[in-house]
């Protein structure tokens, strides 16, 4: 065997082995997408109901609560990123990390200092690197979170916001995660978490009786406030980890799916030249034979004579 | 027949139980509450405890619920909790070596799960 042809024969065997790989990890992803999915269906009825007491209360209550109350002049903000431990998804987590920069930069444009708090190694490697200071870290998790998951999340975030400003709390808190449009589409988003608009609220829950009963509140309808605005950060918290989850296996998915494609296409062009090589050997082999005989023919033919 | 409330009881990562039911029972941060068809709008944080509900079959279902709440209008309950299982799923066993391993260990917070969840298999 020539050495051309060894060389495309190893490259072409090389390049096999890593279109397993990745179809592997494209299935995987694939079956873990699924998954991911159903999470969000399932976690969906407590967020339902969530949003449905927190409107009934905030119609109900003449609201005063740290967590509602827009700061008047806000100086300090607080925005949580989403990225995951794990790379091989593609843009998910550059798109996720410049989504978070940008409205970094907002918000310092708009005069705010701001504190970033990172889930996910991705996200924290990219900080660390540029020695930027984060606020809190997590890791762990992020392929499938956890409802407590969200809670250690949430527990530092509730403090910080209220916390008052002149002793280092925040004011405002924004968390950039990837929301789960489709399996083709993910796109990432940044929302306030903190203060809670509760005209929002009242529209995310599709208010169609305005009329709504008047609640008798046990104990008290600031009680039950309190007691349900954290409650209602976590699923919300949750929700958003439980998409960028879904998102990021999907991401990794596609991007698996076109590593797949692209090392067939490989395989295919490699496997041409491998071809071309051989029957360019076996060509010079033919002519090497056929120069040969003639040669000899002609030699014996002169001597002949 | 008499009158009848839909109750939907949720947990954070699942729908736990739903179904109609004439009565519920649940321990709210200023006592034990009973809700039957018709009570006034209700919204309330819930202790720790178990929840008792009688289903429009006469049958009793009883889950453990640690903390959330509680709300009522239009004949619709619904019972929100973080953590929340019913008492055929709780392996009492289980609950009373977690109670005792939460006694030595002094931690609170799994002593007061554990107990709960001991608390609403007794009720069944």
């Known amino acids: ?305 | 027949m008499a009158a009848e409330l839909h109750v939907e009881l949720v947990a954070a990562d699942r729908s736990v139980w739903s179904g109609e039911a004439t009565l519920v029972i649940a321990r709210t941060t200023s006592g034990d509450i009973g809700v039957m068809p018709g009570h006034q709008p209700l919204l309330g944080v819930l202790e720790s405890g178990p929840v008792t509900i009688r289903t429009s079959e006469g049958a009793t279902v009883v889950a453990a619920v640690h903390g959330g709440f509680i709300s009522f209008a239009d004949d619709k309950l619904s019972l929100l909790a973080e953590i929340c299982e019913l008492a055929d799923e709780i392996d009492a066993q289980r609950a009373e070596r977690a109670l005792e391993r939460a006694k030595s260990d002094s931690d609170a917070a799994a002593e007061r799960r554990a107990d709960v969840r001991l608390r609403a298999v007794a009720v069944r």
Request: hydrophobic letters at 40%.
């Open chain 1, 1 to 305: 065997m020539g050495a051309q042809l060894r060389v495309y024969k190893r490259r072409i065997k090389s390049v096999t082995a890593t279109k397993k790989i990745t179809k592997a990890m494209e299935m995987i992803a694939a079956s873990r997408v699924v998954k991911a999915q159903r999470k969000v269906q399932a976690s969906t009825p407590y967020a339902t109901e969530l949003t449905r007491a927190v409107t009934a209360v905030a119609t109900g209550a003449n609201d005063k609560h740290p967590l509602t109350t827009e700061a008047e002049n806000p100086v300090r903000a607080a925005v949580l990123l989403l990225s995951s431990d794990r790379g091989l998804a593609g843009a998910f987590n550059s798109n996720a990390i410049k989504a978070a920069e940008k409205l970094t930069a907002k918000l310092e444009g708009e005069g705010r200092e701001v504190t970033v708090y990172v889930v996910g190694r991705r996200g924290i490697a990219h900080y660390n690197f540029r020695e930027r200071k984060l606020a809190g870290t997590w890791t762990g998790f992020t392929d499938q979170p956890s409802y407590g998951d969200a809670k250690t999340i949430a527990a530092p975030l509730i403090e910080a916001i209220e916390k008052d400003t002149a002793e280092g709390g925040v004011d405002e808190l924004h968390i950039v995660y990837t929301e789960f449009v489709s399996m083709m589409t993910q796109t990432a988003v940044e929302a306030r978490l903190l203060p809670l608009s509760l005209d929002e609220v009242a529209k995310e829950a599709g208010d169609k009786d305005t009329l709504r009963p008047l609640y008798d509140f046990e104990p008290s309808a600031e009680d039950v406030l309190d007691a349900l605005l954290p409650r209602y950060v976590e699923s919300r918290i949750y929700n958003a980890l439980l998409q960028s989850a879904a998102s990021k296996h999907a991401a990794t998915r596609r991007a698996m799916k076109s590593a797949t494609d692209n090392a067939g296409d490989l395989i295919n062009n490699l496997s041409r030249l491998a071809n071309a090589a051989r029957q360019a050997e076996i060509t010079q082999e033919i002519s090497e034979i056929v120069g040969g005989t003639a040669a000899l023919a002609d030699a014996t033919a002169g001597s002949d004579k």
